[in-house]
């Protein structure tokens, strides 16, 4: 199945595949990264319009929470570190209490201070204000980026599902950072 | 991040990936995704621009309600800058994508869970 992509919109892009796989040869990686690759996949269309669904934000950005005097309240999290990488967020937390420890981003375009960029608890907060998103769930969920796709696959993903599931999501809203 | 999305579409819960890497997102057929081009570290918008942000999470939740098929993936018109520098630049020897303070960090920061994964091995854990 090819994928329905607006052909004629598509503008030029980076392609990350090639460049990272060129960057960290030269940097001396010997094996390649195999990225996800599949020609078909699931679906599951949406029960219900937006306005009425409950929304999970999930997302790989590294951010640690802060409390009411900017001092974090846990430690950085390091991947490989834990078995279990699924760090859950109240929802209705100030992004002010949230601080990026990201060096996943280019550096020198962007510097993840403003956090609704990649982790927006508060627009989404806002579209439920105003009645285009239903609701949110309690959790928004932090992932660590991960390279292992069976760590993933048998760990990261059934953890997200049962907290989703939990909280009787509608619809999961990703962020990769 | 797509595979995440696949686990879950594949047990009955949709979902939307808001990406700023489109050959990545693509070739895991992520089931649905809203491509902004760009650089990495804003896939749900502009710093400092509300308005931007928002345009791009209603973007993903019209696609929530709308694709019809998996691999379904849409572009946002935005453009990121004038210049064009950036994407030439990322994961390019000019601009080394970490800092060599970072990436030092990060070595450390791998073989310390490397050591703690082998003695948790070793524990019989």
Same mark, same amino acid.
């Given at each position: 199945?090819?994928?329905?992509?607006?052909?004629?919109?598509?503008?030029?892009?980076?392609?990350?595949?090639?460049?990272?796989?060129?960057?960290?040869?030269?940097?001396?990686? =010997?094996?390649?990264?195999?990225?996800?690759?599949?020609?078909?996949? &699931?679906? *599951?269309? +949406? @029960?219900?319009? $937006? /306005?009425?669904?409950?929304?999970?934000?999930?997302?790989?950005?590294?951010?640690?929470?802060?409390?009411?005097?900017?001092?974090?309240?846990?430690?950085?999290?390091?991947?490989?570190?834990?078995?279990?990488?699924?760090?859950?967020?109240?929802?209705?937390?100030?992004?002010?209490?949230?601080?990026?420890?990201?060096?996943?981003?280019?550096? =020198?375009?962007?510097?993840?201070?403003?956090?609704?960029?990649?982790? &927006?608890? *508060?627009? +989404? @907060?806002?579209? $439920? /204000?105003?009645?285009?998103?239903?609701?949110?769930?309690?959790?928004?969920?932090?992932?660590?980026?991960?390279?292992?796709?069976?760590?993933?696959?048998?760990?990261?993903?059934?953890?997200?599902?049962?907290?989703?599931?939990?909280?009787?999501?509608?619809?999961?809203?990703?962020?990769?950072? | 991040?797509?595979?995440?999305?696949?686990?879950?579409?594949?047990?009955?819960?949709?979902?939307?990936?808001?990406?700023?890497?489109?050959?990545?997102?693509?070739?895991?057929?992520?089931?649905?995704?809203?491509?902004?081009?760009?650089?990495?570290?804003?896939?749900?918008?502009?710093?400092?621009?509300?308005?931007?942000?928002?345009?791009?999470?209603?973007?993903?939740?019209?696609?929530?309600?709308?694709?019809?098929?998996?691999?379904?993936?849409?572009?946002?018109?935005?453009?990121?800058?004038?210049?064009?520098?950036?994407?030439?630049?990322?994961?390019?020897?000019?601009?080394?994508?970490?800092?060599?303070?970072?990436?030092?960090?990060?070595?450390?920061?791998?073989?310390?869970?490397?050591?703690?994964?082998?003695?948790?091995?070793?524990?019989?854990?």
């Amino acid at each position: 199945m090819e994928p329905a992509t607006d052909v004629l919109n598509a503008t030029d892009f980076v392609r990350y595949i090639d460049k990272t796989r060129a960057y960290y040869r030269h940097a001396g990686y =010997v094996r390649d990264y195999r990225w996800a690759e599949f020609n078909d996949g &699931p679906f *599951t269309p +949406l @029960r219900k319009p $937006v /306005a009425e669904s409950r929304v999970m934000l999930v997302s790989t950005a590294s951010l640690v929470m802060l409390d009411e005097q900017g001092r974090p309240i846990e430690p950085p999290r390091v991947i490989g570190t834990n078995e279990l990488e699924v760090f859950p967020v109240p929802s209705d937390l100030p992004v002010e209490r949230l601080r990026s420890v990201s060096v996943d981003h280019d550096r =020198v375009q962007t510097d993840m201070t403003d956090v609704d960029a990649y982790f &927006p608890l *508060t627009r +989404l @907060r806002e579209l $439920v /204000a105003a009645g285009e998103i239903g609701s949110l769930a309690g959790e928004a969920l932090r992932l660590l980026p991960n390279y292992s796709h069976r760590k993933v696959l048998q760990v990261d993903a059934p953890e997200v599902l049962r907290r989703a599931r939990e909280q009787e999501v509608d619809a999961v809203l990703l962020s990769p950072v | 991040m797509s595979l995440v999305a696949r686990h879950l579409e594949e047990n009955g819960i949709p979902t939307v990936v808001y990406s700023v890497a489109r050959d990545i997102t693509e070739r895991a057929f992520t089931p649905r995704a809203v491509f902004t081009n760009y650089p990495l570290g804003n896939p749900c918008g502009r710093p400092r621009d509300p308005e931007n942000q928002r345009a791009i999470l209603r973007t993903g939740l019209r696609l929530l309600e709308q694709a019809a098929a998996p691999g379904t993936l849409v572009e946002t018109p935005y453009v990121w800058s004038d210049g064009r520098d950036w994407m030439r630049l990322i994961f390019s020897d000019e601009q080394p994508f970490l800092t060599p303070e970072a990436e030092a960090q990060r070595q450390a920061e791998l073989e310390r869970a490397r050591q703690q994964k082998l003695a948790r091995r070793q524990a019989g854990d």
